[in-house]
């Protein structure tokens, strides 16, 4: 197949060449919310701005927009990762589990003691005609809201799938139970990885990842599909309540550079806020294209480390495998985008 990431001069004329119709986004409704502690969720960019104000663009901190904790897949607690945050001398963060806000809170307090601006956020699995997609919502405040009671189904579907892998797995021989597998989560998603977690703690593989690449991969032999939102709906639910929504490492879409250019645009003119241009699966020159794809859409590059804590070590905060440096600017674009 003809990756995306090869790069043409016909992409780039076509990307270049926006529809006039593309939609309207919506805009905020009541100015700024408050999150379930009744604390003002984020403060406006240009606010921040001031409070740093000595900052030139060359010695601006790096950012990271992209982070799990164990209130999802992460190990670590949501104060931990604003700890490691403030240590990687980082201006934003982003809290971002998946299909849940439980550690948004907690996240918000501890970076506010340590003096680091916090973005709420969420990551759903979306599907795009047939093509699965991971999506970053930012600006989703806990509490009540149009996609917030979507994460509350997501949730409820992870409980039903999980009791149907454990069946696959008893069948196939894995003596595990839900209670065996919940012991493994401190969050409210639980999923894949605490049930490769507890076949590690029985003894009947040595890692997590072994369970992933045996028994739990997309077509694997105790593989169950999960409920997911569409695009077009996660993004019409996000825009309508606030939110920004950002494809994440789009290199895990897997299509033709023709397919994905089709997607960009058309999850663009849905109402799409940005592309996550800097991860570590994204190579130096992936990473420019991506930019200069968004720059071109008129949507922004953003980018995180996807730091999972001891369940995936490789990737750390603030600089994933040891190349990644996420502008401010990528922030500045985000907020431009809650704007619009």
Request: with cysteine; aromatic share 4%.
């Amino acid at each position: 197949m003809d990756s995306w990431q090869a790069r043409s001069e016909n992409d780039s004329g076509r990307i270049g060449s926006r529809s006039s119709s593309r939609s309207r986004r919506p805009t905020l409704a009541g100015g700024e919310s408050r999150s379930s502690s009744g604390t003002r969720p984020t403060r406006s960019y240009s606010e921040q701005r001031s409070s740093h104000s000595s900052c030139s663009a060359a010695d601006a901190l790096p950012v990271d927009l992209h982070l799990h904790s164990n209130a999802s897949d992460g190990s670590d607690t949501p104060e931990q990762l604003m700890s490691l945050a403030a240590k990687a001398k980082l201006s934003h963060v982003a809290l971002t589990d998946h299909d849940t806000l439980a550690g948004i809170d907690r996240a918000r307090l501890a970076a506010k003691g340590l003096g680091l601006e916090f973005i709420p956020g969420v990551e759903l699995s979306v599907d795009h005609n047939g093509t699965k997609i991971h999506m970053l919502v930012y600006f989703l405040e806990p509490g009540n809201g149009p996609l917030q009671s979507r994460l509350a189904e997501l949730l409820e579907g992870r409980y039903s799938r999980n009791i149907e892998i454990i069946e696959k797995l008893n069948g196939l021989g894995y003596e595990i139970t839900l209670a065996d597998v919940q012991k493994h989560a401190e969050g409210p998603s639980v999923g894949r990885p605490h049930i490769a977690d507890a076949l590690v703690e029985k003894g009947y593989i040595t890692t997590r990842d072994e369970g992933f690449s045996d028994l739990l991969h997309d077509g694997g032999s105790a593989y169950v599909e999960r409920m997911r939102l569409t695009a077009a709906e996660a993004i019409r639910l996000a825009r309508a309540g606030g939110g920004v929504p950002v494809i994440a490492h789009p290199v895990t879409m897997s299509l033709t550079r023709e397919l994905y250019a089709e997607a960009f645009h058309q999850l663009a003119d849905l109402g799409l806020g940005g592309i996550e241009a800097h991860h570590p699966m994204h190579d130096l020159d992936l990473r420019a294209h991506l930019t200069e794809v968004a720059a071109k859409l008129g949507i922004a590059a953003t980018g995180g480390s996807d730091h999972h804590g001891a369940t995936k070590r490789a990737y750390r905060v603030g600089v994933g495998r040891g190349d990644l440096r996420v502008p401010e600017s990528a922030v500045e674009q985000l907020y431009a985008q809650r704007n619009r």
